[in-house]
T-cell receptor, first 113, second 108 residues
């Protein structure tokens, strides 16, 4: 039982490049989330999903797209990376929305130069 | 934007001293969760408070939920070096948010 896994762990992009971050969970959770963490800003929700095939915008969705084609996977895409997207990205999952424990992945450290 | 304020942003203590972080909301909360993130790690769930005035303890950690369900605190008694990290509150009021976090350093 691996919980929540994220790939890659580290990535360096040049401005304008694209990439996809992969999150996988093996707990059969309906809900999945993508957060970004910046110094002094806490965790900010980018997008989330309440089930396979559904996604919704969070607090800071601009510049990101997501897809949930399979229940266990949640993908975060950056179509044209910008230096402002340099951050640590965490994926999380939970069995319900508000009021349920969130299980976090180990994070992806992304640098955009 | 965020409607929750977590204070202080930083706290440096000597090992053995107590530590408290506060989470204050402008709106009434359904519940509140607390998470801990070790340096270089990911957030890990500590506890959830649901009832007005609720107090829960986990060894040296005491969590409180205010009577009006608009604020909460986490108190650590006699800190140890293993307590270092960032403590986040995550209040629930129909949307997902996290406080800015309190970074705790403990000097041995």
């Amino acid at each position: 039982n691996a919980g929540v896994t994220q790939t890659p762990k580290f990535r360096v992009l040049k401005t304008g490049q694209s990439m996809t971050l992969l999150c996988a969970q093996d707990m059969n959770h309906e809900y999945m989330y993508w957060y970004r963490q910046d110094p002094g800003m806490g965790l900010r929700l980018i997008h989330y999903s309440v089930g396979e095939g559904t996604t919704a915008k969070g607090e800071v969705p601009d510049g990101y797209n997501v897809s949930r084609l399979k229940k266990q996977n949640f993908l975060l895409g950056l179509e044209s990376a910008a230096p402002s997207q340099t951050s640590v990205y965490f994926c999380a999952s939970s069995p319900g929305l508000a009021g349920y424990e969130q299980y976090f992945g180990p994070g992806t450290r992304l640098t955009v130069t | 934007g965020q409607q929750v304020m977590q204070i202080p942003q930083y706290q440096h203590v000597q090992e053995g001293e107590d530590f408290t972080t506060y989470c204050n909301s402008s709106t009434t909360l359904s519940n509140i969760q607390w998470y801990k993130q070790r340096p270089g790690g990911h957030p890990v769930f500590l506890i959830q408070l649901v009832k007005s005035g609720e107090v829960k303890k986990q060894k040296r950690l005491t969590f409180q939920f205010g009577e009006a369900k608009k604020n909460s605190s986490l108190h650590i008694t006699a800190t140890q070096t293993t307590d270092v990290g960032t403590y986040f509150c995550s209040p629930s009021y129909g949307k997902l948010t996290f406080g800015q976090g309190t970074i705790l350093t403990v000097h041995p």
